[in-house]
């Protein structure tokens, strides 16, 4: 997207925005919504959750609809968001208010996101262990921006697109909502049940009952392994296993001693259960792809033996309500570092319909993900638009 900029003007940040500090002790605030750097989504221009000033202490920054919370502290995380309600946020923001007569309001935060101000708010940040903008700085920073009259055009296709962003990501969550109370339904009364609006709590008469440890199944864990750009086999560690599957760009190169190891080598079929980590604890995902790839140490490799259990009905299992109630309530350990035991979860219940019954109830859920799947990939394309279209405008 080539846009002509002859006609475009420089100007300094302090030009473009206010930078608002409006101190307030939380217990003086009036607004019942505090807005701290973990409920700012990076890449995203909108806020979705937030706390109560009662959360926190210490002084924080007034904030008012139509300001823009921006994190200047981390800066490489990329958040900037607009507020649309007045409240408090955190003092390692900085809040920004457009100057309406160089830059609309509504194009702001979207120019906060481009690379050439992202880029240059890294650039000017202070500190290693936690980089810091300070705003002398950045209100010497010159930007390239568009005449109004051109600017309104370039909001019009971008929030058209970000529309359309927003829209696509409720969707997702909102089929991943659907599929939970679906096939929490599914997997404990059966599929002519659920489709009969039969909500029974009574297992039907011919599912087999018992725990997980009572089935043939075999539990290992995985390797211990050093990372190398020349390594003969793969690593897929904790961080990798999501339920839509394994991210290809998180997987490693090892060497290995492979004879002492060849029995954990990963066989299609095989669920990686992360066991451990603050955000990862209990991911799930089915592995399907081709042999020379082990799981590291945090990942519980569990591996189905049993004629009478489908795997893939196992898997939905493991991403099941109840199982999730079930791995929170057998996690142990501190904040941040916590972990589930093996023989914990060798106790969750495990209700088995006749297999017929479970390749019918695994069959409707896989649907429901290949849609979920379909979309994260729209979902993905529509963001790399966006994106695109923002960095060729600024």
Known sequence: MKINKQNWNKYRFNDISEN???????????????????????????IKRHGHPSDVIGTKLKI?????????????????????????????????????????????PFFLHSDSFMHR??????GSLSPTIKWNILSKQNFLLPPIKQQKDFLELIKSVDDLRENTLNC????????????????????????????????????????LGSFEIKWFKGVNAEKSSNGKYKLI?????????????????IN????????KMLQNGDILFNTGGQGTLGRTCLFNIDNGYFADSFVLVIRNKDKDVNTNFLFHKFNSMEYKYLIK???????????????????FPLLMPPIKEQERITDFINDIDSKIINLIDYYSDVKKINTNIINSIF
């Open 64 to 108: 008012y609809k139509g300001d823009v919370i921006f994190g200047k502290r981390r800066a490489y995380q990329r958040k900037a968001a607009i507020a649309t309600f007045n409240g408090i946020c955190s003092a390692h923001s900085m809040v920004l208010r457009a100057k309406s007569n160089v830059i609309l309001p509504e194009l702001f």
């Open 172 to 211: 997702i969550n909102s089929l991943k909502t659907y599929k939970d109370v679906v096939s929490q339904k599914l997997l404990l009364i059966g599929y002519d049940n659920l489709a009969k609006g039969k909500y029974t709590n009574n297992t039907p008469s011919n599912w087999k009952t018992g725990v």
């Open 329 to 347: 309530k057998y996690t142990v350990g501190t904040t941040g570092i916590t972990a589930i035991k093996e023989k914990s979860i060798k106790k």
């Open 20 to 46: 608002i500090s409006e101190r307030v002790e939380p217990i003086e605030s009036e607004s019942e919504i505090y807005v701290g750097l973990e409920h700012l989504d990076s890449n995203s221009i909108h």
């Open 256 to 263: 290995i001693d492979f004879n002492n190891v060849k029995e």
């Open 237 to 253: 560690p904790s961080g990798a296993v999501f339920p839509e599957g394994v991210k290809a760009e998180r997987i490693a190169k």
């Open 121 to 126: 708010a890294i650039d000017i940040s202070e």
